[in-house]
């Protein structure tokens, strides 16, 4: 993205339209500069009162000790050594959020391939299903649906009775430290509808001819799947895949509800964002929530560029070398 | 799979089309079995809303062996003191100036960056785009103390407020995106009758803009509504409450026994989102397959 973004303001100076020698540049340009700037104004105090102030001022709160009533004390590193070296809560919610964004990221993107193989067909009733695959990406992010995923895993839910049918015996998933963040992926990879609409974008992009081809060369439909229709929408893959991990990394209501707002049993679901309000919101500790917001910020940032750079390999663009 | 279908049906004789019904058939049997798998919690949640107290936990059938409606009646008596229509009412008004800030704010701004050329473009709109990553932790805490400061904690102000400045940057990057792909003659055309910048936005962009602001609408809506992080930091006395918080505030109150009522206000809580998804199900899709909106 930054790279994007960079290439773009490169692009846009070099037709920047006032150089400075021009003492008076022409007349209707000047107004429409100064126009641009009331119609940016909204956007402009947005963007300095509301982001990059508000970014700058945590930076410096994250080297100090603030409650939000007493002035905030300047002390140096001391919430990152706190961090680092002596919070084991902090530690288990890092841990906590890498388990969780790791198994949820990959089987939400396979689902969402998957159903999104199945509907690419010029069948009737496709953009019916669609929507109704997509439907849960709205509905899960509310209280209403985590709440359901409480009693659905909780004790003598739904769950439980049908794995009862199979023998196994759980009991309430949700109060158990082994099974309660399993709940909350499961509850993450039931909104796969929102990468597999995009899946679907790209799938459609893929052009018959490669499939003819593959198809007189006698390639099956597994190697046509490996050989075609996985190199063709891994710009797409790489999509989805920085988007789903920059959400997972940010999750919040689903573990709030579903761990009774605590995090879970033995703070067994407590993901980062969780126990950052906790010490921001229940203990004012702001200073140290700040310096956990800056660690995420800057973890979500290295992912990105990390994620980006390897897309050199293993991102396939038609169109770019080979074709 | 997908692959087979993909390649156009070659002139098909009676056997191969028998074949094709049958296949047809089955993958509609099994993509209808998978929506209901899926679908399930949503059906069982409506269906629990309207059991009685004994049935919800140990009747897990999706119809209700005697069909109640208390639970409703109890919710619209009262919920932490107040009706649910009150939480309901507070929901609508922080989403609703939510929908009108979005759309202005981020509108004017996609027209300028879409647009018009002006000094310092490149660098604001390479930081406009920068900001749709930035975790909103970051900004949180920071503007926490600032609507403290401006004793604004506790009203609608700091969940509403910051949407008239186009602080979402996704919904910008949308609208610059459509301004881009407007014919340029018709604003051209504009100034030339004598529009200045703000009557060609208004008469010009903004009508045909339209498709591009009932996606920001319907997300905005739906975000706003649905939001549970920022309501539960700003809003601390129950007659502000909106939707979610009252809901788990009422579970956080009321024993086991209470499920019903919980199920009642959660259905409540999701009828405006199922309302628009069925209203607005194109838009929708189409907004998260053309611009990677995430639901």
């Known amino acids: 993205m930054p790279t994007i973004a960079q290439a773009r303001s490169k692009g846009e100076r070099a037709e920047a339209p006032v150089p400075e020698a021009q003492a008076r540049p022409p007349r209707r340009r000047r107004q429409r500069s100064g126009a641009a700037y009331v119609f940016l104004s909204p956007w402009l105090i947005g963007a300095s009162l509301l982001t990059v102030g508000p970014m700058l001022a945590s930076l410096y709160l994250a080297f100090t000790d603030y409650d939000l009533f007493n002035t905030p004390r300047w002390v140096g590193l001391q919430n990152f050594e706190r961090m680092f070296t002596q919070d084991d809560r902090y530690w288990n919610s890092v841990w906590v959020t890498l388990k969780f964004a790791l198994v949820s990221v990959p089987l939400k993107l396979a689902a969402a391939l998957g159903v999104a193989l199945l509907l690419n067909k010029p069948r009737r009733g496709t953009g019916f299903y669609r929507s109704a695959f997509y439907a849960p990406s709205l509905l899960g992010a509310s209280v209403s649906v985590a709440l359901v995923w409480r009693s659905l895993f909780g004790s003598n839910g739904v769950v439980d009775d049908f794995l009862g049918i199979f023998g196994i015996h759980i009991g309430s998933m949700v109060d158990q430290p082994r099974y309660a963040l399993l709940t909350v992926i499961a509850l993450a990879i039931w909104q796969f509808g929102a990468p597999m609409v995009i899946f679907l974008a790209g799938l459609k992009q893929v052009p018959n001819e490669l499939y003819e081809a593959a198809a007189l060369d006698g390639a099956g439909p597994v190697r046509r799947f490996f050989s075609v229709t996985l190199p063709m929408i891994t710009p797409v893959l790489l999509f989805n895949l920085v988007l789903e991990i920059i959400q997972a990394f940010q999750s919040f209501t689903g573990a709030f509800v579903i761990g009774s707002g605590r995090g879970g049993p033995s703070d067994s679901a407590l993901l980062y964002t969780l126990y950052l309000y906790q010490r921001g919101f229940n203990n004012f500790e702001m200073g140290y929530a700040s310096a956990m917001a800056w660690v995420l910020l800057v973890v979500i940032a290295i992912i990105t560029v990390l994620l980006f750079r390897s897309s050199r390999k293993w991102v396939f663009y038609a169109g770019e070398g080979t074709r | ?295």
């Not at chain 2, 049935?55 to 897990?60: A, D, G, I, T």
């Not at chain 2, 800030?101 to 879409?114: D, E, R």
């Not at chain 2, 990553?133 to 506790?154: A, R």
């Open chain 2, 1 to 295: 799979m997908s692959v087979q279908a993909a390649t156009p049906a070659p002139s098909v004789t009676g056997t191969e089309r028998r074949g094709l019904t049958v296949r047809t058939v089955l993958w509609h049997v099994a993509v209808t079995a998978l929506v209901l798998v899926l679908m399930y919690p949503v059906l069982w949640l409506v269906s629990s809303s309207f059991k009685p107290a004994d049935e919800v936990l140990s009747n897990l059938a999706l119809l209700p062996d005697h069909g109640t409606t208390s639970n409703y009646s109890q919710v619209f008596g009262g919920v932490a003191g107040y009706s649910v229509w009150q939480y309901f009412g507070n929901s609508l008004l922080v989403s609703g100036l939510a929908v009108i800030g979005n759309v202005l704010s981020c509108a004017l701004a996609g027209y300028v960056f879409g647009r018009l050329k002006f000094r310092g473009r490149g660098p604001l709109f390479a930081f406009m785009i920068a900001t749709i990553m930035l975790p909103h932790h970051v900004v949180l805490i920071p503007q926490y103390i600032i609507f403290q400061k401006l004793d604004m904690v506790n009203t609608f102000w700091p969940l509403v407020l910051p949407k008239f400045f186009a602080t979402e940057a996704f919904f910008v990057f949308l609208m610059v995106q459509f301004v881009r792909g407007l014919p340029k003659e018709l604003d051209e055309s504009a100034t030339i009758d004598g529009c200045g910048p703000f009557r060609t936005f208004w008469y010009v962009i903004l009508p045909l803009l339209r498709p591009a602001v009932i996606t920001t609408s319907i997300f905005t809506f739906i975000w706003t509504w649905n939001d549970f992080f920022s309501q539960l930091i700003y809003l601390n006395d129950p007659s502000k409450f909106t939707l979610p918080l009252a809901l788990q505030i009422y579970v956080d109150q009321t024993s086991q026994s209470a499920f019903g009522p919980m199920f009642a206000m959660s259905v409540l809580a999701l009828v405006p989102i199922g309302l628009f998804f069925v209203a607005f199900q194109r838009f929708l899709v189409d907004g998260v397959s053309t611009s990677g909106l995430k639901g």
